[in-house]
């Protein structure tokens, strides 16, 4: 019997790279669209920690060697509210140590070369997390990683610096809503990766995890809460799954 032989036009290399179906000048305008947009909100950042007490040099400071938006306004909400210095860095502290998920998994996504891991490790946000998961392929996770980086860290901590400088100008930043920014932007990257029910049920109960123990337990905790959601959603899913195996063996 006569095998029929392979053509080599059958096997095309562009056919199973992913990137090909986004450009690099597409990554590149996303990227940069999330990173101007986040990086204008140091500004907010800059006039909030002045007015909670902090300095020039100390809040620049915060902006170059913390670099989680998140976790810095955490720190300077409490510390504005009158709380401990202490309990005020260990509120900034949990909630930042979700950058440490995002890490094993961008770890695997871009393989990056081990010279650069401390430095790309500084960068690994919500924002970059967000913009390389959301590209078909490790070229296009690895470049969308570093321009979002690159141009969110540099915007971030110039406008930290106007703000610091022009706080007294600003006057309550509450008003200017430019503390939104980010995790508007974060939920507009996220909402169009909500593709499945079960993807919806862990946004969801997050949600309701997050907003119902803010209230009560410290700054950062809730978001730690939060994250179980997922091992419970996947657990009921799990459950679910193994209840109709067993009642279709039974049916049979």
Not at 72 to 82: D, E, H, I, N
Not at 101 to 126: E, K, M, N, T
């Amino acid at each position: 019997m006569k095998r029929d032989a392979v053509k080599p036009e059958a096997v095309k290399p562009d056919a199973v790279k992913p990137d090909a179906v986004k450009p690099d000048a597409a990554v590149v305008r996303d990227s940069l669209g999330v990173g101007v947009a986040v990086g204008l909100s140091g500004f907010a950042f800059g006039v909030t920690a002045v007015g909670a007490g902090l300095d020039l040099l100390q809040t620049c400071a915060l902006s170059l060697l913390v670099f989680t938006g998140a976790s810095q306004f955490a720190l300077v909400g409490a510390l504005a509210a009158g709380g401990n210095p202490f309990t005020a860095a260990a509120g900034a502290f949990f909630l930042g140590t979700r950058n440490a998920f995002y890490g094993l998994r961008l770890s695997q996504l871009l393989r990056l070369p081990r010279a650069v891991r401390p430095a790309a490790a500084h960068w690994v946000i919500d924002e970059t997390t967000a913009v390389a998961l959301a590209q078909p392929g490790r070229r296009g996770a690895r470049l969308g990683f570093t321009v979002t980086g690159l141009t969110l860290y540099v915007l971030w901590n110039l406008t930290t610096l106007l703000g610091a400088l022009g706080a007294e100008a600003v006057g309550d930043t509450d008003a200017w809503g430019l503390d939104a920014a980010g995790p508007a932007v974060f939920l507009a990257l996220l909402a169009p990766m909500l593709r499945t029910t079960t993807d919806r049920a862990v946004a969801g109960l997050a949600v309701v995890l997050g907003l119902g123990l803010l209230p009560v337990l410290p700054a950062g905790v809730p978001v730690l809460v939060a994250a179980l959601a997922a091992p419970a959603v996947l657990w009921a899913r799990g459950r679910m799954t193994a209840r109709r195996t067993a009642g279709g063996g039974e049916e049979r």
